[in-house]
């Protein structure tokens, strides 16, 4: 039988292939705090040529 790639491997079989298994971390959603310290750091850099983007 095939299977499909949306089952999950044996932790073990993964270690076989030299390989780890892992899941993602789960962070927090931006407090109001953190949403107007980005907002603010955008607006400042908002009129910065594009010649300094390209170092991003």
Do not use: I, M
């Not at 962070?27 to 955008?42: C, D, I, T, Y």
């Amino acid at each position: 039988p095939t299977e499909s790639w949306d089952q999950r491997l044996p932790s073990v079989t993964l270690r076989y292939q030299g390989l780890e298994s892992c899941c993602a971390k789960h962070v927090p959603l931006l407090n109001p705090v953190h949403v107007q310290a980005r907002l603010k750091s955008g607006q400042k850099h908002l009129d910065d040529p594009e010649k300094d983007w390209d170092k991003v």
